[in-house]
């Protein structure tokens, strides 16, 4: 028997990793609460990726470009961790990762307005749009046993900034690869979120036990091994089959989350999650492919990025 390739074990892993940390949030921030989770994990991870940098060839970023990165720190790492966390008080998991998955509908809506000539809105993204959209707003009204859920729309908020994240990387990917992208930003992010770092520091200090788990698995696994593996596996495999596996993380999150949490999600939230991948696939579908820029592979298709 022909055992798998490294490179699927390697995509394997990045879902099972990004899937897994939903509900690892939801335990983290009942430990430490919003913002010392958000730091904490940035802080890890900006850590680990550091260490990794040398061995992984990431070079030093152009001082040009430093602006850039300071959106894509503000916008992908230090909003989308607290804005996500903050949903996951009142949302559960495996709702969260539903909603997550039309960050690429607001990433290909700002391309539309802002570069119309490479980034076009064509039928079909326009569709796929209004479509994802309202699998959100279906997956909003549901709110488990209560209606309306206010907390998903923090969530669908976190998707927004993560949506600006991928837009903003788009040039620094003609120069950089993805995993140095997502370094820089992380450094970034973490700088940009040292006003959290005494909260998180009281945080830590008086927390129980083992409180500290939730964070140091958030920033060692998902997020700094996360996109060492991507960044390992898209380089090996064709572009599609890297993309399509994405798709697979809200609903291996679900399983997760069942099993860690014992959450079981609304059949409506089940139906708006379905529609917003639906969408997703429908934009997908009308976009033109990418092309040979260092980091194209590691670009807004990994939108389900916890």
Known sequence: MTSPSPRLLALAGT????????????????????????FLRLAVAAVALVVVAPFAGVRLPGR???????????????AYQTLLNWGEVHVEAGTASLLISAAPVFSVLLGAVFLPESEPLTRSVLVGSVVAIGGCALVALAGGATGFSAGALVVVAAAVVQ??????????????????VATYAMVAGTVLGLPLAPGAVRAAAHAPAGALAPAVFLGLLPSALGFVIWGYAVARLPLAVSTAALYLVPPVALAVSFVWLSEAPHPVELLGGAVTV???????????????????????SASTRP
Do not use: Q
Not at 24 to 38: F, K
């Open 163 to 180: 949506g600006v994240y991928h837009f903003a990387t788009k040039p620094l990917l003609r120069r950089y690869t993805g995993l140095e």
């Open 278 to 300: 639906l969408g997703v696939l429908l934009i997908n579908r009308g976009r033109r492919p990418a092309t040979g820029a260092p980091g194209a592979d590691l670009s807004p």
């Open 15 to 38: 879902v099972l990793l990004w899937a897994s940390a939903f509900p690892a949030i939801r335990v983290g921030v009942d430990e430490l609460g919003v913002a010392a989770l958000s």
């Open 64 to 78: 040009g470009d430093l602006p850039l990165i300071g959106l894509c720190g503000a916008t992908g790492m230090t």
